[in-house]
């Protein structure tokens, strides 16, 4: 299985702050790369799918790159409602693999 | 409204069997291939099995090969899980996600997911 590992696990910051999570493969996954945010006692919501690409209907202060075993998934400007916890996903081999996720707390 | 919602999830013994549903409403299911996705209480996301668009074609994690078996019925707009032999570590809120299919090859982002359902494998 491909080993999805995220950075940090949790991380603590200010609204307005610009937040940047890591994602690294354990093998090349190209482009097969996803964003979800889970809020508490919620269903994740998709926001970035193949690396770059933003879901429809969500704002655009989030944003991903990376490709091969390297992604970053940042956020321009923290907003309150931000607040959940971020997982990584790749889909290029089965089975899917999500990272641990990365808690995101407001200072 | 486009939706997913599970049901099906409770309490059973070590050994039992449950079976969970997933009704999908607002979208033409039969255009997407549909996943299962566990959270254990506290931990993070784990994907348990898919199925592709007509039902021919199915995938499993290593943890639940040989005690689940996922189908749809797409006239009922409906997709299952049967899970016997439960364990202990099963135990999870179990979500369904949907994966849209282009050319018959699922694109492999979950862009729907429902609300979940918990199990609870306990004596």
């Known amino acids: 299985d491909i080993q999805m590992t995220q950075s940090p696990s949790s991380l603590s910051a200010s609204v307005g702050d610009r937040v940047t999570i890591t994602c690294q493969a354990s093998q090349d996954i190209s482009n097969y790369l996803n964003w979800y945010q889970q809020k508490p006692g919620k269903a994740p919501k998709l926001l970035i799918y193949d690396a770059s690409n933003l879901e429809t209907g969500v704002p655009s202060r989030f944003s991903g790159s990376g490709s091969g075993t390297d992604f970053t998934f940042t956020i321009s400007s923290l907003q309150p409602e931000d607040i959940a916890t971020y997982y990584c996903q790749q889909y290029d081999n089965l089975p899917p693999t999500f990272g641990q996720g990365t808690k995101l707390e407001i200072k | 409204e486009v939706q997913l919602v599970e049901s099906g999830g409770g309490l059973v013994q070590p050994g039992g069997s449950l079976r969970l549903s997933c009704a999908a409403s607002?979208?033409?299911?039969?255009?997407?291939?549909m996943h299962w996705v566990r959270q254990a209480p506290g931990k993070g996301l784990v994907w348990v099995s898919r199925?592709?668009?007509?039902?021919?074609?199915?995938s499993y994690a290593d943890s639940v090969k040989g005690r689940f078996t996922i189908s749809r019925d797409n006239a009922k707009n409906t997709l299952y899980l049967q899970m016997n032999s439960l364990r202990a570590e099963d135990t999870a809120v179990y979500y369904c996600?949907?994966?849209?299919?282009?050319?018959?090859?699922?694109?492999?982002?979950?862009?729907?997911w429902g609300r979940g359902t918990l199990v609870t494998v306990s004596s």
């Open positions: 996600a949907r994966d849209l299919a282009i050319f018959g090859v699922d694109v492999g982002y979950f862009d729907l």
């Open positions: 199925i592709n668009s007509d039902g021919s074609s199915t």
């Open positions: 607002g979208f033409t299911f039969s255009s997407y291939w």
